[in-house]
């Protein structure tokens, strides 16, 4: 069977599975199952391609390192972003760089449809819900609308107190459907 | 459920959590509501599907040209195997056996004595001493062994080095 074979078959604990035993070529299995989930977070936190394939490769070695001590109490994936998040804020400190998010969340598809409406006005409160916070925290409000994470996951890999990711994502939400309403019942009206 | 509950209800859910029974209840009901349940599902998830394809094709583009892959395995390779981590249970019991024997060796130590007949007593160290020289030695290689941890709960607590 080749590589990109077992790629499809087996699940993340196999292939961690094979690696803890001795198989080092299964661990390519996750960084293509997963490497663009952490060089997309490498790109939020350094805006550079080169800086996010580095801090990409950093990550899985990293990971490699660690790997006997993942214990399948979480996913895998967010097993990876923790430690992708914590390289991150490190690599950041190391350089005394201020950590800023992106602030342009690059808005794709038709313009001018109603579906292209209603992303620009996601983009627009998520992105305002973030430019009001501090970045650490701002991320916490991308990781639950970028990447679909619950607030435990959040909370893992961030640090940050579950009550406090809530209210963040609450306000952000509010935002969000309060610019939704008043689009709605424009056209209620008209 | 009134409609202030119900909008509080929905801006306060969790990522892939269904609608409580109340809360359907209360959306099939209200249409003001439901449209307003809607709007915002259908605006999270094109916003989702959108940003997550334009990324995940640059991310795969940046993984392809700097070959992240081939590197990450090039590492890897001269790597030692990832140790396969003891329980930390397996840990603890030589370190309790260890700790117990520095309280208890030295009450039975009169078995040692013809060590002392044979070699004199120049060479005798504490029985103590050697076995906390061993404690801490065994738990300098936890600690080594499990940086990881150990850092975790140093900056959970605030104590860990600048
Ligand atoms: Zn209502």
Same mark, same amino acid.
């Given at each position: 069977?080749?590589?990109?074979?077992?790629?499809?078959?087996?699940?993340?604990?196999?292939?961690?599975?094979?690696?803890?035993?001795?198989?080092?070529?299964?661990?390519?299995?996750?960084?293509?199952? &997963? /490497?663009?989930?952490?060089?997309?977070?490498?790109?939020?936190?350094?805006?550079?391609?080169?800086?996010?394939?580095?801090?990409?490769?950093?990550?899985?070695?990293?990971?490699?390192?660690?790997?006997?001590?993942? =214990?399948?109490?979480? +996913?895998?994936?967010?097993? $990876?972003?923790?430690?992708? !998040?914590?390289?991150?804020?490190?690599?950041? =400190?190391?350089?005394?760089?201020?950590?800023?998010?992106?602030?342009?969340?690059?808005?794709?598809?038709?313009?001018?449809?109603?579906?292209? &409406? +209603?992303?620009? #006005?996601?983009?627009?409160?998520?992105?305002?819900?973030?430019?009001? $916070?501090?970045?650490?925290?701002? $991320?916490?409000?991308?990781?639950?609308? !970028?990447?679909?994470?619950?607030?435990?996951?959040?909370?893992?890999?961030?640090? !940050?107190?579950?009550?406090?990711?809530?209210?963040?994502?609450?306000?952000?939400?509010?935002?969000?459907?309060?610019? +939704?309403?008043?689009?709605? #019942?424009?056209?209620?009206?008209? | 459920?009134?409609?202030?509950?119900?909008?509080?209800?929905?801006?306060?859910?969790?990522?892939?959590?269904?609608?409580?029974?109340?809360?359907?209840?209360?959306?099939?009901?209200?249409?003001?509501?439901?449209?307003?349940?809607?709007?915002?599902?259908?605006?999270?998830?094109?916003?989702?599907?959108?940003?997550?394809?334009?990324?995940?094709?640059?991310?795969?583009?940046?993984?392809?040209?700097?070959?992240? #892959?081939?590197?990450?395995?090039?590492? *890897?390779?001269?790597?030692?195997?990832?140790?396969?981590?003891?329980?930390?249970?397996?840990?603890?019991?030589?370190?309790?056996?260890?700790?117990?024997?520095?309280?208890?060796?030295?009450?039975?130590?009169?078995?040692? /004595?013809?060590? #002392?007949?044979?070699? /004199?007593?120049?060479?005798?160290?504490? $029985?103590?001493? *050697?076995?906390?020289?061993?404690?801490?030695?065994?738990?300098?290689?936890?600690?080594?062994?499990?940086? +990881?941890? *150990?850092?975790?709960?140093?900056? =959970?607590?605030?104590?860990?080095?600048?």
């Amino acid at each position: 069977m080749s590589a990109a074979d077992q790629a499809r078959g087996s699940s993340d604990e196999e292939a961690i599975g094979r690696v803890l035993d001795g198989d080092t070529e299964a661990f390519s299995i996750l960084v293509r199952r &997963h /490497g663009a989930r952490v060089t997309r977070l490498g790109m939020s936190f350094f805006r550079d391609e080169e800086e996010a394939a580095d801090f990409t490769q950093d990550v899985f070695v990293k990971a490699y390192t660690a790997l006997a001590s993942f =214990k399948g109490r979480s +996913l895998f994936s967010t097993w $990876l972003l923790r430690i992708a !998040y914590n390289t991150a804020i490190n690599t950041k =400190k190391r350089k005394r760089e201020q950590y800023s998010l992106d602030p342009e969340i690059e808005i794709v598809g038709e313009p001018g449809t109603d579906e292209a &409406h +209603l992303r620009e #006005e996601t983009a627009r409160a998520v992105r305002g819900a973030m430019a009001e $916070l501090p970045p650490r925290q701002a $991320l916490c409000i991308e990781l639950y609308f !970028y990447y679909d994470l619950k607030y435990s996951e959040i909370s893992e890999i961030t640090g !940050y107190p579950v009550n406090t990711i809530k209210s963040h994502v609450f306000r952000a939400k509010r935002i969000l459907r309060e610019r +939704l309403g008043s689009i709605g #019942e424009d056209r209620n009206e008209a | 459920m009134r409609h202030e509950a119900a909008l509080r209800y929905l801006d306060e859910l969790d990522a892939r959590q269904g609608y409580g029974l109340a809360l359907r209840l209360h959306l099939a009901r209200c249409p003001s509501c439901a449209a307003s349940a809607r709007r915002v599902e259908a605006a999270l998830v094109a916003f989702r599907e959108d940003t997550r394809r334009a990324d995940i094709r640059g991310a795969e583009a940046i993984l392809a040209d700097s070959r992240v #892959e081939e590197r990450v395995m090039a590492a *890897v390779r001269l790597m030692p195997p990832p140790r396969q981590d003891f329980a930390l249970r397996d840990w603890l019991f030589p370190a309790a056996v260890i700790a117990l024997s520095m309280f208890f060796l030295p009450l039975f130590g009169q078995d040692i /004595g013809f060590l #002392e007949a044979l070699f /004199g007593s120049g060479y005798a160290l504490s $029985l103590s001493l *050697v076995l906390g020289v061993g404690f801490t030695a065994y738990s300098a290689l936890f600690v080594a062994t499990h940086l +990881l941890e *150990v850092r975790s709960y140093l900056e =959970k607590r605030g104590l860990m080095p600048r």
